[in-house]
Nanobody, 125 residues
Framework: QVHLVESGGGSVQSGGSLRLSCAVS????????MGWSRQIPGKAREGVAT???????LYSDSVKGRFIISQDSAKNTLYLEMNSLKPEDAGMYYC???????????????????WGQGIQVTVSS
C-alpha cells in the first residue's frame, strides 16, 4: 500500500510560481512511475507530468516549458514546480504513484494506481 500526501498549494497571481510537494510512504525500495494530474473545473481530469524510474520526465502540452517534475528519493518526496502560472492552471492537483511497472506518460496518468487526496491551486488574474 502506498500513501501520498500533497502540500504546497495555495493562491498565486498570474505569472507567479508554486511548488507542490508529495510525501510518499509505504512503497518498496524499487521505484516506479510517479506523476501529477489535475482536475480543472469544467474539464476532464488530465495528466500533467510523469517521472519514470530512470528519471525520464514527460509533460502535457499545456504545461511543457512551465512545469518541472522532480523527485528526491532520499526524502521519498515528489515535487512539481509550477512557473508562469495562468488562471487556467487553477484546480485540484493530485500526485500519483504506480505500484509496479506501468506505462509512464501524462496521457496514461490513470495507470498510476495510488493517488493523494489532492491540493488546491488558485491563480488570480
Amino acid at each position: 500500500q502506498v500513501h501520498l500526501v500533497e502540500s504546497g498549494g495555495g493562491s498565486v497571481q498570474s505569472g507567479g510560481s508554486l511548488r507542490l510537494s508529495c510525501a510518499v510512504s509505504g512503497n518498496s525500495r524499487r521505484r516506479y512511475c510517479m506523476g501529477w494530474s489535475r482536475q480543472i473545473p469544467g474539464k476532464a481530469r488530465e495528466g500533467v507530468a510523469t517521472i519514470d524510474s530512470d528519471s525520464t520526465t514527460l509533460y502535457s502540452d499545456s504545461v511543457k516549458g512551465r512545469f518541472i517534475i522532480s523527485q528526491d528519493s532520499a526524502k521519498n518526496t515528489l515535487y512539481l514546480e509550477m512557473n508562469s502560472l495562468k488562471p487556467e492552471d487553477a484546480g485540484m492537483y493530485y500526485c500519483g504513484a504506480a505500484g509496479g511497472p506501468s506505462r509512464c506518460d501524462p496521457a496514461g496518468y490513470y495507470a498510476l494506481g495510488y493517488w493523494g487526496q489532492g491540493i488546491q491551486v488558485t491563480v488570480s488574474s
